[in-house]
């Protein structure tokens, strides 16, 4: 087989994680599997403990041909909206692979643009092995950082809930408004900012 040859063949399994939370990025990853991988237990993250994520993802990082991160900060969601936010994080993660893609097979509805032919496979994560891969190591990386995130701001308890809008989040954020990561654009962040600057200007 010719270099074209196997460069033609490489797919990539693209998927994100962090849509719905009030604070930190949304992260996607791409994930190119060798031809005809398995691995038990793969499938969509969210079906996972933690402790069981935390062991695919090692296996699957060491497994896979080239995988990669890609993320858009909260200033990025803030000005581009959570749904241009995270087609720009899957770009970036397809784009950062070692081995560029021919083919990206997304988790969704929607596909991000680039050198690439891409479709879109709706659930995803749980039937198609390189989404589901990485679903498991964008949730992974996602969870590691927002506890990176709860050291320089402890009192919002994002070692817990990874930003998701818990009522402890909430509480929290209504108590001491927003922090530099909370997405001023999504409406508990911007209430709870709104009423700070209420009470300071009072």
């Known amino acids: 087989m010719s ?3 196997a460069a033609q063949r490489y797919v990539a399994g693209v998927d994100e994680v962090g849509r719905g939370p009030l604070a930190g990025p949304v992260v996607a990853a791409a994930v190119i599997l060798p031809e005809g991988y398995t691995c038990p237990g793969l499938t969509d993250s969210k079906k996972l403990s933690a402790k069981r994520r935390e062991t695919l993802d090692v296996q ?4 896979a041909l080239a995988w990669s991160l890609g993320r858009a900060e909260a200033a990025e969601i ?11 994080a899957m770009q970036r993660a397809a784009a950062g692979l070692a081995i560029a893609p021919a083919h990206l ?5 929607f596909t991000p643009q680039g050198p690439w032919t891409a479709e879109a496979i709706a659930g995803g994560d749980g039937s198609v092995a ?3 891969a990485a679903s498991i190591v964008a949730k992974v990386a996602r ?3 927002l506890r990176d995130l709860h050291h320089d701001y402890p009192d919002y308890g994002f070692d ?3 930003g ?3 009522v402890a989040h909430r509480e929290a954020l209504e108590r001491l408004g927003p922090c530099p990561q909370h997405r001023r654009s999504f409406g508990p962040v911007a209430r709870a900012l709104a009423a700070r600057e209420q009470e300071m200007g009072a």
């Open 3 to 5: 270099d074209l040859e």
């Open 105 to 109: 097979l997304v988790d969704g509805r």
């Open 130 to 132: 390189a989404i589901s």
């Open 78 to 88: 803030d000005e581009l909206n959570i749904h241009h936010a995270t087609l720009l």
């Open 143 to 145: 969870d590691g950082w």
């Open 60 to 63: 699957i990082r060491a497994d």
């Open 160 to 162: 817990r809930h990874s």
């Open 164 to 166: 998701y809008p818990t």
